[in-house]
């Protein structure tokens, strides 16, 4: 039973070594990718209940004893952003493979979909630092492939700002580890929460901030994420959404992960929540700045990471539940739009709003698409947005946080004067040609199924809320409750 | 972590760090091999003192270097390694299709100097 924790990251990898050996037939590749990603979905909805009602699962990867050897730990918090990240990769995958030109043009497409998708998995799974860094590696290294294979000679050029980024923030990832291993003599997640007590608490909190600002740099947050609005719209629609949907939210992952289990909170963190506050205003306002539906959408990237370190930043289970209820909904609400932004691109040949006007006249469902996604991004009931922000809010009152909270609502108020403006930009107005274009069914159906999946998850709330409370008591809870034994634990 | 570590780790990372500020893009992928250098030296140094070869041969119980860390730089030195020869085909690309070396402003500081202009 304990080897279904493996899975995740096999199943993708196997399916990618398999596309390649079947070679040029298109549709044979498909199908196994499709396949691949729809077996890590049932196994992660496996994993989930298992999960939650018998406790977390531990495997030992090589064989060797936990605190030496390569650790899978399978938690609830984990194992919920598993499944939502399996789903989202997906839906993404029956859009691109609607969007005929993705995987028709680059016969390793699918390959390296899903070696990234085994590189989240291995990020959401593992129970060891510096494997950690191995995954979030196979995932970069794979998202360079897929940003730059179609790029064009001004695309490579904003590509390689992002592999530049991306290489500057693994070498201070792996500096890190080495002074964590220095002080503490391992890089075990679980041994180190323990052994870290022994450190002296000025080091101790030095290497936290370290680790903060490394997967900050990840995750986008206030003074690292210029990287992200120049590359991220740069790549074609599906990477696009893919990135935006779920690579920040690792970084936000691994922060949450490690803040809780190796740098117990001394309470609210006003310095996080100034980070917090910054990152939102500033990427707001980014976005109101902008004039293309996909740059637009890649300020409110940043903008909506300010939310989840705001939950961790009370210092409160209340609070980090709100965070993992917030990713939650980030990852499929984000990916949509994303979507929804490749589909005018597709239909009207550009995403520039002074270029495009009366989509919702002429694609009504394109814009039907949009609005629920738009008004959850913004926090409106009864969308998920609104379960994220709700939680939040309460927490944030909970903690006594009120400028914070304040600060967050304005914040909510300025996305959705920035969703108005691509609403009266792009789908209202008179259509400015006449020109009959197609609307890509296949593709249009893919962004549905996922807007559903974020409309079950406001319908779903209230258990929902509940796991993630259950999610952030176990992560808060003291070290020896962390798996540190092979098999499962209580 | 001995002097000779900590001291060469902090001269590859300051050169490394003038060199990524550079705009020339040979230069900062350089910097970057620096830095990745600094990184490895730092992990390597982080095992403590160095003693003898890890595997034991003849039984004997003494001081031993710790194998973990040369693990990790192995490790960690393959994927810089990969990284960096694939931004270098990268660069390559960039060069032979826009002819320059250069790193150009990024889109937001083109934009508010059109706005610039625009004005004057």
Partial sequence: MTALATLPVVIPLLAGALT??????????????????????????????IVDTQGAISVSVGGWAPPIGIQLVADRFSVLLLLVSTVALFAVLSYAVSHQ??????????????ILGAGVALALLTGDLFTLFVAFEIMLTASYVLLTHAADGRQTRTAITYVVIGLVASALF????????????????ADLSGRLDNVDPGLRRGLGWMLFMVFGIKAAIFPLFFWLPDSYPVAPTPVTALFAGLLTKIGVYAIIRTQTLLFPSEGLSPFMLAIAGLTMIVGVLGAIAQTDIKRILSFHIVSQIGYMIMGLGFGTAAGVAAAIVFIVHQIIVKASLFLVGGLVEESEGTGAIDAVSGVARRSPIIAALFLPAALSLAGFPPFSGFVGKLALVEAGFAAGAWLIVGVSLVASVLTLFSMTKIWAGVFWGTPNTNERRITPWGMAGATAALIAVSLVVAIVAEPLVGYAGRAAEDLLAAPDTVALVEGRTP | MTWTIALAAGILFGAGTYLILQRLLSRIIVGLGLIAHAANLILLGSGGAPGAPPVLEDGSVGPYSDPLEQALVLT?????????????ALAYRSWTEQGSDEV????????????????S
Avoid: K, M, P, W
Wanted: charged residues 20%; glycine residues 10%.
């Fill in chain 1, 174 to 189: 792996l500096i890190t580890i080495g002074l964590i291993y220095g002080v503490a003599g391992s890089v075990n997640l």
């Fill in chain 1, 20 to 49: 390649l050996v079947v070679g040029r037939r298109v549709a044979l590749q498909r199908g196994i990718s499709l396949v691949a990603s729809a077996g890590s979905v049932v196994v992660a909805a496996i994993l989930l209940f």
């Fill in chain 2, 76 to 88: 960690a030195i393959v994927i810089t390694f990969g990284i960096t020869a694939f931004l270098l």
């Fill in chain 1, 101 to 114: 030109a993705t995987d028709e043009g680059f016969r390793g497409f699918h390959a390296v979909y899903q």
């Fill in chain 2, 104 to 119: 150009e402003d990024d889109t937001e500081d083109q934009r508010i100097a059109r706005r610039r202009e625009a004005r």
